[in-house]
């Protein structure tokens, strides 16, 4: 159990405890269900949210077959939440070949039956929806939600396998859940909590509050703080917003002060600052809310206070702290990201998942998916693959003709071994199992990279054969067993770090060249002189994405302005601009495939929409689109673009710049780089345009690489693209070996003439 939950679970366990005592004795008198009944700990007034099977992680469909089956997700309840009540709004459809008095479908939660549907024939095959009553007391804090089915199509014999038997459940059947809120202690040992819930599946939304304009060491702590909650936030996504000495007057903010001075913001009065400052207090708007006050004397104690916070909330206690002493121990080195596979060694699958989800039962069992963070740079080019050792165990069935163990990557079959039965085993084989049923196995595999997605995916499957007996005789005994070894080990070592940029694809889904280093020290962030609210929202959300990518916050971000830069020439620069704000634009116009200031709008286009592409091919001259065109043009409403380019201070060092017409276009790109299903395309190439949910990727013109290859790899790389390179050197070659035969020959001939 983690701190947070143990923090909890005294104050929630009597509780719920005293709930159902009540619920109990009122049922006995009235026999009706009753919901849990909140405490007088907790606050008033009530809440709704309404989450689909998809957003809980069912990407397609419950397909449920055979006489029983069943299907499940997991939903939680945030800690400052109490359930009143809940209602699964079901839709679902089954076979018409189902006995009515004998087929129906269980709503389980918590293996406790919540509903029982019967399956009528005259709505089958026909879309169905039914709202279910859930009761109170059934939810806890964690959750699983199960639907099971169970089938029969005849009164005598029947297949259990047959092919009539089926139901299946739609991913927008949704679950509303009704919340009445519950206050939570001022102390910081529950952070996160309450500004971000693990249990909440919905994306996180924090604000922001600063005291007066920030500077560049308050945007440093904010930037590691927004980073921190992004990290935590993960596949969930976040967003950031800003304001000036405002508490909001509804819900949790963190609030950034830096200054000696006693401050008064709102209703809240500040005591002048000891030092690096972390305080948890209620939010004096709303008392079922929080603030995290970050304060310290100057910015420099600001930013330490923020980094022991990111650092190291888990050692944290009471309801305000002074941070005496912080030292960071250990910098961080290349690729090292949390979220990222080790390019430096091979990694074990215990690693990546525990090992009770690497084990599954039953016929059917589904999916192991094992989910690959890689590295958004390594160079793939004539590289047979990753190598993949793995080591799995499974029950022998006594007869079986196609049991199989199926390996998968990003649903791409890769090989496919026979898992062979009792009677098919030699002797030797049969005597170990005498003391285990399982039976190990193992083997080696190599894993296509080229052209693969970032985030990607294993897939192990168990295939267990099910033997037909005849009428009558068909009966399944449900006891095959499969495990993967947390042992197994996928090894990535053998590959380099190079990729040709710009390339916006790699920034949008890794935040790379930027998160090369997991705490962004060698990141630059160039804001306008005179930023506003909308370009602190982007920068915040922007560092909060680069969070989620690497899972590690951004302790050396470093933000600056135009007139700094140049200070900064040995990093990588993110470049920020709303309106005319940013010097940097005017500067590097000659860089920039894309401009817009003075009234006038310019862009460099190529055919680039034209084709068809792929954004992650191992020969970087696949995806060149040479500019065709370049115009200007004024009047209209104010663009919004994202661009790549070599960085002019330093070789190798790379720039991406955002840029809007106007502050609100700033939302539109961070927006579209967080993505979803309703944009057109996604962000890639050199050049993007963003207007609303359209993204038009414009130009893609790899002009430099990063990273770098061994000297034998580079000139092999190298000849392979220039081919009257390749052949002049070769010609150089034969020039140079046959003039050292003929010195050679020449030598001795002169040695034998002389003698």
């Given at each position: 159990m983690n701190s947070t939950s143990s923090v909890f679970a005294n104050l929630r366990d009597p509780r719920r405890a005293l709930a159902r005592i009540a619920c109990a004795l009122l049922a006995l008198n009235s026999g009706a269900a009753c919901a849990e009944s909140a405490p007088a700990v907790a606050a008033t007034g009530s809440n709704n949210y309404t989450v689909t099977l998809k957003q809980l992680g069912r990407n397609y469909p419950m397909n449920l077959r055979g006489v029983e089956s069943s299907d499940s997700v997991s939903f939680d309840v945030r800690a400052d939440s109490i359930v009143t009540g809940a209602k699964l709004n079901l839709q679902y459809t089954y076979s018409p070949a189902l006995l009515e008095e004998l087929s129906q479908i269980n709503v389980i939660i918590n293996d406790e039956v919540a509903a029982s549907l019967p399956l009528p024939k005259d709505k089958a095959g026909q879309l169905q929806q039914h709202v279910v009553d859930i009761p109170a007391h059934l939810i806890t804090e964690f959750n699983r939600l199960s639907l099971q089915f169970i089938g029969h199509y005849t009164m005598s014999c029947e297949d259990p396998q047959h092919t009539s038997l089926w139901a299946k459940i739609s991913n927008a059947t949704s679950l509303s859940i009704d919340v009445s809120p519950l206050g939570l202690p001022n102390d910081l040992s529950i952070l996160p909590l309450p500004f971000f819930d693990r249990r909440d599946t919905r994306a996180l939304d924090l604000p922001f509050v600063f005291v007066s304009a920030p500077d560049n060491a308050t945007l440093e702590a904010a930037g590691a703080l927004s980073s921190w909650f992004g990290a935590q936030a993960s596949f969930r996504g976040a967003r950031f917003s800003s304001s000036y000495n405002q508490i909001p007057a509804s819900g949790s903010a963190v609030v950034l002060i830096s200054g000696p001075d006693a401050l008064q913001i709102g209703s809240i009065s500040l005591p002048p600052a000891k030092g690096p400052?972390?305080?948890?207090?209620?939010?004096?708007?709303?008392?079922?809310?929080?603030?995290?006050?970050?304060?310290?004397?100057?910015?420099?104690?600001?930013?330490?206070?923020?980094?022991?916070?990111?650092?190291?909330?888990?050692?944290?206690?009471?309801?305000?702290?002074?941070?005496?002493?912080?030292?960071?121990?250990?910098?961080?080195?290349?690729?090292?990201a949390p979220n990222w596979l080790p390019s430096d060694r091979p990694v074990k699958i215990g690693e990546l998942m525990q090992a009770k989800q690497l084990a599954v039962s039953g016929y059917n069992p589904g999916d192991i998916t094992v989910p690959l963070n890689f590295p958004p740079d390594l160079f793939t080019w004539r590289n047979e693959g990753a190598p993949l050792n793995l080591k799995y165990r499974y029950t022998p069935q006594e007869k079986s003709y196609n049991s199989s163990f199926i390996i998968s990557f990003n649903d791409a079959l890769i090989q496919s071994q026979n898992l062979l039965s009792r009677d098919r085993l030699d002797s030797s084989v049969l005597r170990t199992l005498k003391s285990d049923d399982s039976l190990d196995r193992e083997t080696n595999v190599l894993l296509p990279l080229n052209s693969v997605a970032l985030q990607s995916r294993l897939q192990l499957r168990y295939m267990f054969d099910y033997i037909k007996q005849g009428q009558c005789n068909d009966i399944i005994i449900d006891n095959m067993r499969g495990a993967i070894d947390p042992e197994s080990t996928l090894d990535l070592s053998g590959y380099d770090h190079f990729i040709a940029m710009p390339n916006l694809g790699v920034f949008k889904d890794s935040?790379?060249?930027?998160?090369?280093?997991?705490?962004?020290?060698?990141?630059?962030?160039?804001?306008?002189?005179?930023?506003?609210?909308?370009?602190?929202?982007?920068?915040?959300?922007?560092l909060g994405r680069f969070g989620q990518s690497t899972g590690y916050p951004a302790t050396g971000v470093q933000v600056i302005q135009a007139d700094q830069v140049a200070g900064a020439a040995d990093k990588d620069l993110l470049v920020l601009a709303s309106g005319a704000n940013q010097p940097l634009l005017a500067h590097w116009a000659d860089r920039l495939p894309a401009n817009d200031g003075e009234g006038q709008q310019s862009f460099h286009l190529s055919d680039l929409p034209m084709r068809l592409r792929d954004w992650f091919s191992p020969d970087p001259e696949a995806n060149i689109r040479k500019t065709r065109l370049a115009m200007a043009f004024s009047g209209g409403a104010r663009s919004t673009y994202l661009t790549g380019f070599e960085s002019p201070l330093k070789k190798g060092r790379s720039v991406v710049v955002i840029a809007s017409g106007q502050p609100q276009g700033l939302a539109d790109a961070t927006n579209a780089l967080i993505g979803g299903e309703d944009y057109t395309h996604s962000i890639q190439g050199s050049l993007v345009v963003v207007r609303g949910k359209n993204i038009e990727p414009l130009v893609a013109d790899e002009q430099y690489y990063v990273g770098s290859?061994?000297?034998?790899?580079?000139?092999?790389?190298?000849?392979?693209?220039?081919?009257?390179?390749?052949?002049?050197?070769?010609?150089?070659?034969v020039i140079l070996l046959s003039g050292l035969a003929y010195l050679a020959l020449r030598a001795r001939a002169n040695k034998r003439l002389g003698n």
């Open positions: 400052t972390l305080t948890l207090m209620t939010n004096p708007n709303d008392v079922n809310a929080k603030l995290l006050v970050v304060s310290g004397r100057d910015g420099a104690e600001l930013k330490s206070a923020a980094t022991a916070l990111v650092l190291g909330s888990q050692a944290l206690s009471g309801s305000s702290v002074v941070i005496d002493r912080l030292q960071v121990v250990q910098p961080r080195k290349p690729y090292d935040g790379f060249p930027f998160t090369r280093l997991a705490d962004l020290s060698q990141t630059a962030v160039v804001l306008p002189d005179d930023a506003g609210v909308a370009d602190l929202n982007a920068y915040l959300t922007l290859l061994g000297p034998i790899k580079y000139l092999q790389w190298l000849m392979s693209r220039h081919v009257v390179l390749s052949l002049l050197l070769t010609g150089l070659g």
